[in-house]
C-alpha cells in the first residue's frame, strides 16, 4: 500500500520535482557566486557552468507540467465558439500535431545524444562531458508525449466528456 502511495506521488509530483530543484540549484549557484564576488572579492567558476546547466532542465521540466496540466498556450475561447465537431476537430489535430513534433524531437534528440557520446565534449570548470545534462532533451519529450498520451488514455476513460484534458 505504501508504495502504490509513493509511485503514485511521484508519478503526480514528477516535473514539480525536477523542475523546482533545478531552481533550487541555480538560486543557490548565482546567491552563492554574487556572494563570493562583493562579499570575499572572488568568483565560484563551477557555478556559473551549474547554473547553465540546471537552466534547462527547469524549462523544459517546466514544460512538461504544462502538457500534464493543460497549462500550454492555447485558445480554448476561441476553439469553443465553434459547433462541437470543429472544436474536436481542432484540438485532435493540434494534438496531433504536437505528438509528432515529440517524436521528431526524441528522434533527433537521441541521434544527438549518440552524436555526444561519440564525440564527447568536456565543460570546462565541472569536468563532465556535457551529454549528461543534454539528455534532458530527449526525457523531456518523451515525458511529454506520455503525458498526452495520458490525457488521451483518461479521456476515453472517462467517457470522452468534454474536450480531451479540459
Not at 68 to 83: M, T, Y
Not at 118 to 143: C, D, G, N, R
Request: proline share 4%.
Amino acid at each position: 500500500m505504501k508504495s502504490k502511495t509513493i509511485i503514485k506521488l511521484f508519478e503526480s509530483k514528477f516535473e514539480e520535482i525536477f523542475a523546482c530543484l533545478a531552481l533550487v540549484i541555480i538560486s543557490l549557484c548565482v546567491i552563492s557566486q554574487v556572494i563570493s564576488r562583493y562579499v570575499f572579492n572572488f568568483g565560484i567558476t563551477w557555478t556559473e557552468e551549474l547554473a547553465g546547466f540546471a537552466m534547462p532542465w527547469a524549462i523544459y521540466m517546466g514544460a512538461a507540467l504544462g502538457v500534464r496540466e493543460r497549462f500550454h498556450i492555447r485558445i480554448l475561447v476561441g476553439v469553443r465558439s465553434f459547433p462541437m465537431l470543429i472544436q474536436y476537430l481542432i484540438i485532435f489535430v493540434g494534438d496531433f500535431l504536437w505528438l509528432a513534433f515529440n517524436i521528431f524531437m526524441i528522434k533527433y534528440g537521441i541521434d544527438y545524444l549518440k552524436l555526444m557520446w561519440k564525440f564527447p565534449v568536456i565543460s570546462p570548470t565541472l569536468s563532465i562531458s556535457h551529454f549528461w545534462p543534454e539528455t534532458i532533451i530527449v526525457i523531456a519529450y518523451t515525458l511529454m508525449l506520455a503525458r498526452l498520451v495520458q490525457i488521451y488514455v483518461k479521456w476515453f476513460r472517462d467517457g470522452r466528456k468534454g474536450l480531451p484534458g479540459c
